[in-house]
């Protein structure tokens, strides 16, 4: 996710089932307002750090990462303790009544998390989301990559992705071409906000050129 580091003026991000592990590269996104990234690889809450620094963060999706820990209490007032202006976190919305308790459940976060040593260009955080990313079931892949792409749609007023589109495919074309295209989507959509008209344009230009070189192929 490094490249978020030259997009400071992304709004949304959705980077769920990505096996991410650190958070560094959003800490310049100021104008991020809504972050999505469950079923991921954060193994803790001092990732909350990078986040901090976000003014117009209000919408932060964080379940089903290690970090979450066995006390959903405790990671939920740690969350909110540390990012107070959220409005929702993992789909459920923020009371006033929380966010005073956090002050005294939460744990404050003041330090980034320390890095693990990296052996053979490999870290273990990195070796275990390689391997705990052929675990997750191609639906649920397809599921979640379908959701949040709909979601970057609709932001952009675009037509969402039929789920039906690709049914027909097998457990491995789902686990990876659909997962990777949706991604994909994602992140083209998302850049789309970065480009002005004559950058738009171009893009048009593009996929009318490859729409009308797939038509006459498939003819």
Same mark, same amino acid.
């Given at each position: !996710?490094?490249?978020?580091?030259? #997009?400071?003026?992304?709004?949304? !991000?959705?980077?769920?089932?990505?096996?991410?592990?650190?958070?560094?590269?959003?800490?310049? /996104? $100021?104008?991020?307002?809504?972050? &999505?990234?469950?079923?991921?690889? !954060?193994?803790? #809450?001092? *990732?909350?750090? &990078?986040?901090? @620094?976000?003014?117009?963060?209000?919408? #932060?999706?964080?379940? %089903?990462?290690?970090? /979450?820990?066995?006390?959903?209490?405790? &990671?939920?007032?740690?969350?909110?303790?540390?990012?107070?202006?959220?409005?929702?976190?993992?789909?459920?919305?923020? @009371?006033?009544?929380?966010?005073?308790?956090?002050?005294?459940?939460?744990? %404050?976060?003041?330090?980034?998390?320390?890095?693990?040593?990296?052996?053979?260009?490999?870290?273990? =955080?990195?070796?275990?989301?390689?391997?705990?990313?052929? @675990?997750?079931?191609? +639906? *649920?892949?397809?599921?979640? =990559?379908?959701?949040?792409?709909?979601? @970057?749609? *609709? %932001?952009?007023?675009?037509?969402?992705?039929?789920?039906?589109? &690709? +049914?027909?495919?097998?457990?491995?074309?789902?686990?990876? +071409? /659909?997962?990777?295209?949706?991604?994909?989507?994602?992140?083209?959509?998302?850049?789309?906000?970065?480009?002005?008209?004559?950058? #738009?344009? !171009?893009?048009? $230009?593009?996929?009318?050129?490859?729409?009308?070189?797939?038509?006459? $192929?498939?003819?």
């Amino acid at each position: !996710i490094s490249i978020c580091r030259d #997009l400071p003026n992304i709004e949304v !991000i959705t980077f769920s089932v990505n096996g991410i592990s650190d958070l560094e590269p959003l800490h310049q /996104c $100021q104008n991020l307002s809504e972050l &999505y990234l469950r079923k991921n690889n !954060i193994t803790s #809450l001092d *990732e909350l750090f &990078y986040l901090k @620094t976000l003014p117009r963060l209000r919408v #932060l999706w964080l379940a %089903e990462n290690p970090c /979450c820990g066995p006390d959903p209490h405790r &990671y939920r007032m740690t969350v909110l303790r540390n990012l107070p202006s959220l409005q929702k976190l993992d789909n459920q919305a923020v @009371t006033e009544e929380e966010l005073s308790q956090a002050l005294v459940d939460g744990v %404050e976060i003041t330090a980034p998390p320390a890095r693990r040593s990296v052996e053979n260009g490999w870290s273990e =955080s990195t070796a275990s989301s390689a391997a705990g990313s052929t @675990t997750e079931p191609e +639906s *649920e892949l397809l599921n979640c =990559s379908l959701e949040e792409t709909n979601k @970057t749609q *609709e %932001e952009l007023d675009t037509k969402p992705v039929p789920r039906n589109k &690709y +049914s027909s495919f097998s457990p491995q074309e789902t686990d990876c +071409s /659909c997962k990777k295209r949706n991604n994909v989507l994602s992140a083209i959509l998302l850049l789309m906000k970065e480009l002005d008209a004559e950058g #738009l344009e !171009i893009i048009q $230009q593009t996929v009318a050129r490859r729409l009308q070189k797939n038509e006459l $192929q498939e003819e």
